[in-house]
């Protein structure tokens, strides 16, 4: 493969995995390249940890299109998504951590950074159990 062409195969490939990680629910919405669905096969239990690092990909070619590598967690009732997120801005790269509800539809987000091709990203989700709530964290490894 010709290096451009290498590199932007390499960040689809990432970009699948990632898709692939754990999430559930209202998903996969229209447009998706990937999803899947993690289940505790004794059916109790709760996720308390996911994680994944990426690097940060060049510009897409063409316009006209929302491009984000992400990866979440969404509650069993599915209305619920935390997920660390890098979406594509038409300009530039974000990343930012966001909570999303289904039903009422509701959105919050983080504090955006932006970051840089080939920057190398770290996500995580975790549970507290003391608090019973899940804590996001998004590093730019480059920083």
């Known amino acids: 493969l010709h ?6 195969f390499r960040c689809t490939a990432i970009v699948v995995a990632l898709f692939a990680s754990l999430a559930a629910g209202q998903d996969p919405a229209q447009g998706w390249l990937g999803y899947a669905k993690g289940v505790n096969p004794s ?5 308390t940890h996911v994680e994944a690092k990426w690097t940060v ?6 316009g006209n299109a929302f491009f984000s590598p992400w990866f979440g967690i969404e ?3 599915n209305l619920n998504l935390v ?9 530039r790269w974000l990343m930012y951590n966001e909570y999303f509800q289904w039903r009422p539809t509701h959105n919050e987000n983080s504090e955006q950074h932006e970051v840089k091709p080939g920057d190398v990203l770290h996500g995580q989700v ?7 709530a899940y804590i996001m964290n998004h590093t730019n490894l480059n920083d």
């Open 75 to 77: 509650t069993s009732d």
């Open 3 to 8: 290096p451009t062409n290498a590199t932007m």
């Open 57 to 62: 990909c060049e510009a897409p070619r063409a």
């Open 83 to 91: 997920q660390p997120v890098n979406p594509w801005t038409g300009d």
């Open 126 to 132: 975790t549970y507290d159990p003391a608090n019973k």
């Open 43 to 47: 059916g109790e239990g709760i996720l």
